[in-house]
């Protein structure tokens, strides 16, 4: 299966500085998007730690067969044992460096991450940053957000007014570095020419609903353009929080 990609990460219209961060590792076809919190600079840094903690135990784990993984592996899965394992420590280097730094003190990030392997992909995330896939014009959104109010609208089954008036939205209730372990939910999905995956920060989902994504994307000619035309929509409709788009196309 052959990949193409484009990210951008945008500061938005409120925030002063960025907490997000991307990475993209194209010899692991390795996409990853965290949504750092913690205010000054410890949002950034976690988010930064967490992307490349996960992107280098790739490395690690791929170069060196009998690398002692610092957690066990599930032997029947390895493929998604390694993205499990990967979350887990970049959680234990966010959680210790917090720990350890009164200025960043408190600091955690989300995680959303997708790894391609042969006809199938890998889907990890903690916490509310998502991973949409886009086939024959249908929009899915395949994480379910860590978050309490994802949590009540099943528990209570929510009407849309009533979602837009939560008042605790933006609580999330899982995050990697928040606690000295996290779960990691990982999903496997078989992969077919011409998918789009969307992985982005909720500086993106919560501006722009799903259908305007879907809308956005067939509108756009090319991975560049949609990639662009996303956050300008995010941004235009408040650009409330930074911004990250991560998009990646099967072919």
């Known amino acids: 299966m052959q990949l193409q990609s484009i990210g951008r990460t945008h500061v ?5 500085h960025n907490e997000d961060s991307l990475r993209v590792d194209r010899d692991h076809n390795l996409f990853i998007v965290a949504d750092g919190v913690g205010g000054n ?44 394992v990967a979350i887990r420590l970049a959680n234990r280097r966010v959680f210790e460096a917090a720990t350890h730094d009164p200025a960043t003190r408190g600091m955690s990030t989300t995680v959303a991450a997708c790894h391609f392997v042969g006809d199938r992909v890998y889907v990890a995330h903690v916490g509310d940053s998502r991973v949409y896939r886009l086939r024959g014009g249908a929009i899915e959104q395949l994480t379910e957000d860590h978050s309490l109010l994802s949590l009540m609208r099943r528990e209570r089954k929510m009407t849309e007014e009533e979602v837009a008036r939560f008042p605790l939205s933006n609580v999330i209730l899982r995050a990697v570095g928040a606690q000295p372990d996290v779960e990691a939910e990982v999903q496997s999905f078989p992969v077919k020419p011409g998918d789009l995956y969307l992985i982005c920060s909720d500086g993106l989902s919560d501006m722009v609903k799903d259908p305007a994504i879907a809308a956005i994307v067939a509108a756009s000619r090319g ?16 650009g409330r929080d930074n911004v990250t788009a991560l998009l990646v196309q099967t072919r």
């Open 223 to 238: 991975l560049e353009a949609m990639c662009d035309a996303l956050i300008e929509a995010a941004n235009e409709n408040g």
């Open 41 to 84: 600079a410890a949002g950034e840094l976690a988010s930064a730690l967490a992307v490349e903690t996960v992107a280098e135990f790739f490395r690690a784990s791929s170069a060196d067969a009998d690398l002692t993984w610092p957690f066990k592996p599930d032997e029947d899965d390895l493929d998604g044992s390694r993205m499990v």
């Open 12 to 16: 938005g219209r409120v925030r002063a």
